[in-house]
């Protein structure tokens, strides 16, 4: 085990058991401080000021240059594994509790630990990127059984292959910036014609993001075994989605306006490495996939996702659904080897979302479409009020953590509230 996820580690930063951001976490984000950004990673409810570290010689890289001279992780995640692991293990080091450069310096505390509360987290990475996959077959068989009926609920190259569509870049938000509710072309069932209005249907995607630390040369594919030397880590990913506007405007092509006025993330990047001791096995794919796509570790990670609503006449938030990322059927090595199979070259800060992931029983399913079986079951909430879809002024919040005996590894939240239409 990599001395890093030992349970007894712990940090001269006090914090509960079980706090989301643990020394065995270390999650990277980028924050600004009196006008200034940084980068940083979580510990309890402080944030580490890397750049600072950086700058006073305390935190150094492998090949001796500057990584954190920019408020972006772009350049420290393009250096690659052996430098993520290297930096990790300078940092967990830095924040044990024993005697140390920084656990004996109280004034180097102060200037290098800020409260989080007294922080403004901005987007982690340049987002260069940005693909949708639709890789639990939990979401896939339940969605196409609502519009297909369940004879024809998956395509028939699902079982073969990660479906995925390019989404945009540009309209990837940080979680805590509210969303105004889209207007698209609709065409409603019974009508002859479509119309121009605001979506009747809006909808929330529990999915979870990886972003590409370092990238491949146009025309070199990345083998599914080399993978994870490409993927720097997972944020939380909600993927908004417009279900009316949607349903007119798929075919034959896939979703367009119905998805790219919001795609919100978390701010913090957990790494693979934080979630090494929490691999599982995946689900069982049959048919086998095709060789490039065998993945031999066939590996997944146990972290629970949770999704909480509270509407406008809701004191607290309530939970809605929990489900779990092992239930991914493609997992995030396949999808990324079948992203660039063709030779498509991926880059520092590339975002792939995962799809929504939905499990096997109904409080599992991962977004509204299929909580409430479009429409036609809807929710009930402690209000008094019921949702067949996201109303304005409902606030949705997403938060995602994986867990042991000893101690959680914890992702944040992505909250945002729903305006109305402009």
């Not at 207007?183 to 999915?207: C, M, S, V």
């Amino acid at each position: 085990m990599d001395e890093t996820h030992y349970p007894n580690l712990t940090s001269f930063v006090k914090y509960p058991k079980f706090h989301p951001f643990p020394i065995q976490n270390l999650p990277y984000g980028v924050f600004e401080h009196n006008g200034t950004m940084h980068v940083g990673t979580a510990i309890g409810d402080y944030v580490l000021d890397l750049t600072h570290l950086e700058e006073i010689n305390l935190l150094e890289s492998p090949d001796q240059t500057f990584l954190f001279d920019f408020p972006s992780l772009n350049k420290f995640m393009s250096k690659g594994r052996s430098t993520w692991k290297a930096v990790r293990a300078q940092i967990s080091n830095l924040l044990r509790d024993k005697p140390g450069s920084l656990a004996d310096d109280k004034n180097l505390q102060e200037e290098v630990l800020l409260p989080m509360d007294k922080v403004t987290m901005h987007l982690p990475f340049e987002i260069k990127e940005y693909t949708d996959f639709y890789a639990s077959i939990y979401h896939a068989t339940n969605v196409g059984t609502i519009i297909r009926g369940p004879e024809n609920a998956l395509q028939p190259n699902w079982l073969h292959l990660p479906v995925g569509y390019h989404g945009r870049a540009s309209s990837v938000i940080l979680g805590g910036k509210d969303i105004h509710r889209p207007k698209g072309q609709i065409k409603p069932r019974d009508a002859d014609k479509p119309y121009h209005g605001p979506t009747n249907f809006l909808d929330f995607e529990f999915e979870m993001g990886f972003v590409v630390g370092v990238g491949n040369e146009l025309g070199k594919p990345i083998p599914v075994e080399k993978a994870k030397d490409h993927i720097f880590g997972l944020v939380i990913l909600n993927d908004w989605s417009a279900r009316d506007i949607q349903g007119w405007e798929y075919v034959p092509l896939g979703p367009f306006t119905a998805k790219n006025f919001a795609t919100s993330i978390s701010p913090w990047v957990v790494t693979l490495d934080a979630l090494d001791p929490f691999r599982t096995e995946k689900e069982r794919q049959e048919p086998q996939p095709l060789p490039y796509l065998q993945n031999g570790e066939g590996t997944a990670y146990d972290i629970v996702l949770q999704t909480f609503i509270q509407t406008e006449q809701m004191k607290n938030p309530h939970k809605i659904m929990e489900s779990n990322f092992k239930y991914l059927y493609w997992n995030i090595d396949q999808m990324l080897a079948h992203h660039t199979v063709t030779g498509c070259n991926m880059r520092p800060g590339d975002l792939c979302g995962t799809g929504t992931i939905s499990g096997p029983t109904k409080e599992s399913r991962a977004c509204m479409l299929e909580l409430t079986w479009r429409g036609s079951e809807p929710l009930q909430l402690p209000s008094g009020e019921e949702r067949k879809a996201l109303h304005d002024g409902d606030t949705i919040i997403m938060t995602a953590f994986a867990q042991n005996q000893h101690y959680r590894i914890g992702f944040g939240e992505v909250r945002t509230k729903i305006l109305p239409a402009v």
